[in-house]
């Protein structure tokens, strides 16, 4: 046997097992890929479900007249459905209803909208978070397969690195041999072989968009996000230790405080207020002292967890831009840290873009409508 023909054989072997490969990374994704682009699909674009499916609640009639203060609505809210308040967030435009959580007396949070003009109470449902409404909160919880506890988040790790893997394979079948490039449009008329170039030509142009939408997901795995969030510190690209400005912090995880914080502020502890006998800031006062931060409207003021906890406004527009953390001494107000998006370490401040980018935030419903694109190919 010669030389050529041996390299050939050899050739001929490994193509056949890269092709195995690609054939059984497609198997095993298949079904996860199926429920991600299906649900993740459908949450791109939640905020425009949400208004549509709860215009009665979500939407008022725009007035001339400026709105009522936040203790008056929150006030108004509490009259109606009797609890601890637990968070307020303006109405974030105009025509928006400003919306109240509360926390019932048999341990259930509702959300509650009320007319920011008026004071009238428009009704309320179960508080979903940052989901927006009980049935994205189903879907957001399929996406992530969180029904299934631990294991839906391993099975959706392993299956984003099949994603890689499938799509390596895919561009080692698709590289020719001996010319420069594969096929880059649809060349066949018919029959499999139109198939075969379809599969190669929609592949090859959004190969790289499919695996940054699986890398992007990674940091909130388990495994592998547990071991980039250690090596974002280690590296010091993370939130130094010591952000809150050498503060004293309690035990609270600032991801278990609110109901959305960036990545790789999850882990990190609340900080605390000077006192805990004083008398708290009043709400005026302190969205007042946010909004003069001029943070982005569409923002929450969550409310302090006990006698030591902060008042915290957090806020995640399309431009993430201006992405903001803002913790307040419940009893003085004052700002005890204010972060956003460029105060973030370098790998903490890749980890929030590419995450906001995976949901079509930048550039709001066009992008979108773009990320649903390479999933369903």
């Keep these: 046997m010669t030389p050529t023909s041996t390299r050939s054989a050899g050739d001929s072997a490994l193509y056949r097992a890269v092709w195995r490969w690609h054939f059984i990374a497609g198997l095993i ?80 949070k509702d959300t509650v909208f009320v007319n920011p003009y008026s004071g009238e109470v428009l009704g309320s449902q179960w508080d979903a978070g940052p989901s927006g409404s009980p049935a994205m909160y189903v879907v957001r919880k399929l996406h992530s397969l969180e029904y299934v506890g631990w294991l839906g988040n391993r099975l959706i790790e392993a299956a984003a690195g099949w994603m890689v893997l499938l799509v390596g394979t895919g561009i080692y079948l698709w590289w020719p041999r001996g010319r420069k490039l594969g096929t880059m449009s649809i060349k066949a008329t018919k029959g499999r072989p139109w198939w075969r170039d379809l599969h190669a030509v929609t592949g090859i142009y959004t190969g790289a968009f499919i695996v940054f939408l699986a890398m992007t997901g990674l940091p909130w795995s388990s495994v ?124 903490g401040w890749a980890a929030e873009w590419g995450s906001a980018s995976t949901w079509g935030r930048p550039g709001g419903w066009p992008t979108r409508s773009c990320c649903c694109w390479p999933v369903w190919r």
């Design 29 to 108: 994704i298949l079904p996860f890929l199926l429920i991600i682009a299906t649900t993740g699909a459908i949450y791109l674009f939640k905020d425009e479900f949400n208004t549509a499916a709860y215009a009665k609640l979500r939407l008022v009639e725009p007035q001339a007249t400026a709105p009522l203060a936040p203790s008056q609505l929150t006030a108004a809210a509490l009259a109606s459905h009797p609890g601890a308040l637990k968070a307020y967030a303006p109405a974030a435009a105009p025509d928006r209803a400003a919306e109240v959580r509360i926390l019932g007396a048999e341990g259930l």
């Design 224 to 347: 592998w996000g547990g071991k980039f969030y250690d090596l974002s510190y280690a590296a010091g690209l993370g939130m130094p230790d010591g952000y809150w400005s050498k503060l004293p912090v309690s035990t609270v995880p600032v991801g278990d405080a609110i109901d959305r914080a960036p990545w790789i502020m999850e882990k990190q502890p609340m900080p605390v207020s000077g006192a805990s006998d004083g008398v708290p800031a009043g709400l005026d006062q302190v969205v007042a002292t946010v909004e003069g931060l001029g943070i982005a409207p569409g923002y929450a003021l969550n409310m302090p967890g006990g006698p030591e906890g902060v008042f915290t406004a957090s806020v995640y527009p399309d431009d993430i831009s201006q992405e903001r953390v803002i913790h307040l001494d419940q009893y003085t107000g004052a700002v005890l840290y204010d972060a956003g998006l460029s105060d973030l370490g370098g790998l």
